[in-house]
């Protein structure tokens, strides 16, 4: 990896929808060398392999959504933020928190460096604004899986702690890329089609490579391929109490198509 000379290193900001695929992201830039520093919240039976949250990012963001009547799995949760959240106080109290965490990294990474959370899908003008005032520059790195999957995976760790239902779920999978897409705007923002690490993988490692300029030797090729585990792939078999709407599923379709013809364009 390399960054120019005398500039401020990368923050690349991993996210997309809750259980979209975003901790299998986390984990294959880590085998690939990008350091995701600080504490990051520990593995857990719904993901075996870690998070890769950092800790004290994540308690930031939770408790924003809280204070702002908006916590992301429940129904409040499905609204839009309210209008001028970013001029609130609570909304300035987090900024500051944020800058601190990121002043202290800019003193030791100097080469790009990432930090994952979904939650960055619905605060991403809270980093715009952030990084902006550090000179930082974002790259914004999602993950797309398909909505039924997701919804599935919602429902089965969700449903009991917060009464997470279908509509709820997909109301959640459309809100977070909707307001992710519109906030990314002439920033960097890539894709990555979570089927594809399971059918595609050695192309798949590339094509994060080449968006990030990371050197693929055979060590970080080894251990890029080794974060793909396709046991923990447990939503694939689908159960829901009916099928997802049939708008949401061609939602993802075209998104998906787009994506898959961002690749082929690409050299």
Not at 80 to 109: C, F, K, N, T, Y
């Amino acid at each position: 990896m390399s960054d120019d000379i005398g500039q401020p290193a990368k923050l690349i900001l991993l996210t997309g929808m809750h259980r979209s695929g975003t901790s299998l992201l986390g984990r294959v830039l880590q085998g690939l060398g990008v350091p995701l520093p600080g504490e990051l919240i520990a593995a857990d039976h719904f993901n075996p392999t870690g998070y890769f949250e950092r800790r004290d990012v994540t308690a930031v963001h939770e408790q924003l959504l809280i204070n702002l009547d908006r916590w992301w799995p429940t129904a409040e949760g499905c609204q839009p933020l309210p209008e001028g959240w970013m001029d609130m106080p609570l909304a300035r109290e987090a900024s500051e928190e944020l800058r601190a965490i990121l002043q202290a990294e800019l003193r030791v990474q100097h080469r790009p460096w990432a930090i994952k959370d979904p939650r960055i899908c619905r605060l991403l003008p809270l980093w715009r604004s952030v990084a902006g005032s550090l000179g930082i520059q974002l790259h914004v790195i999602y993950s797309l899986r398909d909505p039924s999957e997701v919804c599935t995976s919602l429902l089965n760790r969700d449903g009991p702690l917060v009464g997470m239902d279908l509509d709820r779920a997909e109301t959640l999978w459309c809100l977070h890329y909707s307001e992710l897409f519109r906030d990314s705007i002439n920033l960097p923002c890539h894709g990555v089609d979570y089927e594809l690490w399971f059918s595609q993988p050695q192309q798949q490692l590339q094509r994060i490579a080449r968006v990030l300029q990371v050197s693929l030797g055979n060590t970080a090729r080894s251990a890029g391929l080794a974060s793909i585990e396709p046991a923990l792939r447990r939503s694939r078999d689908v159960h829901l109490p009916r099928p997802v709407n049939p708008l949401i599923a061609a939602h993802y379709q075209d998104l998906r198509s787009r994506l898959i013809a961002n690749y082929s364009s690409k050299p």
